[in-house]
Every structure is written in C-alpha cells, then in structure tokens.
C-alpha cells in the first residue's frame, strides 16, 4: 500500500537540499496511500458531513509544512510519520463529530460498511477471480461478512494490529515502531491477536453449524 521507501529517500534527499519538485512528488506519490486509509478508518457518521478528500488534502498541507522538521530529525520511517498525521487528524475530527463514543452501534456498522468498501478484503481471505460464478460470489460474501463480524467483536488493540498487518500491509518492524513497541513484542501482539480472531470464527461457524 504504501510506496517504496529506496525511492522515497532520494526524493527526502533532493527536498532536504530544497527542490520543491521533489516535495510535490514526494507527497503526491504518497497521496493514495493516505487516501486508502483515511477512507477505510473514517466513521461513516462523519464521512456523511465531511469529505474525506479534504481531510487527505489537510494531512499532505500539513506535511508539506512540517516536512522540514521532519527531513531534520526524521524519529520514523516518512511512510509511518505521514500516517501517524493521518491518523491523529482522524482522532481529533472523530473527536469533534462524535465525542467520546468508540464502540456504539454506529460505529460497528460504519466498520463493516468500511471494510465491504476496500479493494484489499485479504483481510476475509476473498477469491481473487473476477469472474466468479453466482454460487462461489455468494460464498464468498457469507465469508467476507463472517470475517468482519468476527473482526468487530475484537479488542481495539487486537483488530488495530491486523489492520495494519493486513489493510495497510505494514512489515512487523514498522508496526512495531508504530506502535512504540519492539519488534518482538509487535509479533507476539499480532500473534495473539489472530488467535482471538480464530477464536471467534471458530465460535461463529459451530453456531452456524449448530444452531
């Protein structure tokens, strides 16, 4: 999802020695990505009165004014300080539209309408044939909506580490350094966090095979 990071250091080099063409691109060429993310993590209660190219366009106005620093002390790989913007401008509009509330019906429902948006469902494991015969897009959907029910009745911790594993396509080492911990401990999170997550499927499908 997000693009590669030898290229991303040269044009870090070209806009440090101040070739403002080089910033255009280097932002630009990471617009998608922040783009994908906002729009999968954005509630739809607020996407409904905000739009999210607008928030895409406040994070890279954002950047670009605080690229600077960045070049100076860059504590992060450019990929994770960008979404770390993203993210906390979704935080503070979150915040602003709908208080306090995390886990209300709402927000359960923007999740599921959320992931049912995205081109990257590897989260549900989907068939990757686009011409899908009527029977095997039916079984596919039961297991893409299994798959996010499951995903809801997660911890925040947990389902955040598999979207970021999964959605976002982020290494252990830059959920790691995301997330503040070691590589090890970001492992052993993510490990844990599909147990649960088979857990629960697991749970789904024996209700489903016994009712």
């Known amino acids: 999802m997000w693009p590669d990071s030898e290229e991303t250091q040269e044009l870090l080099g070209s806009a440090g020695a101040g070739d403002a063409s080089a910033v255009n691109e280097l932002l630009n060429r990471h617009r998608d990505a922040v783009r994908k993310m906002i729009h999968f993590r ?9 739009d999210a190219s607008d928030v895409v366009q406040d994070v890279m106005l954002e950047a670009n004014q605080r690229l600077s620093d960045y070049i100076q002390n860059p504590a992060m790989p450019f990929h994770l300080w960008l979404r ?16 306090a509330q995390r886990r209300s019906v709402d927000r359960e429902r923007s999740l599921n309408s959320q992931f049912s948006d995205q081109s990257s469902l590897d989260l549900a ?4 044939d686009q011409e899908l015969t009527p029977a095997a ?22 389902r955040e580490i598999i979207v970021m594993r999964h959605q976002e396509h982020l290494s252990n080492s830059d959920v790691a350094a995301a997330l503040d911990l070691s590589a090890a401990a970001a492992g052993m999170r993510y490990l844990r966090a599909l147990r649960r997550l088979r857990d629960v499927l697991g749970n789904d499908q024996s209700g489903m095979i016994n009712p």
Request: overall charge positive.
């Open 42 to 50: 954005m509630d739809r209660a607020v996407a409904a009165r905000v």
């Open 137 to 158: 897009a039916t079984i596919r959907r039961e297991l893409e909506e299994r798959f996010l029910a499951a995903l809801t009745e997660l911890g925040d911790d947990d």
């Open 84 to 99: 770390q913007l993203a993210k906390d401008r979704l935080i503070d509009m979150h915040r602003r539209h709908r208080g």
């Open 125 to 128: 494991g989907q068939l990757r």
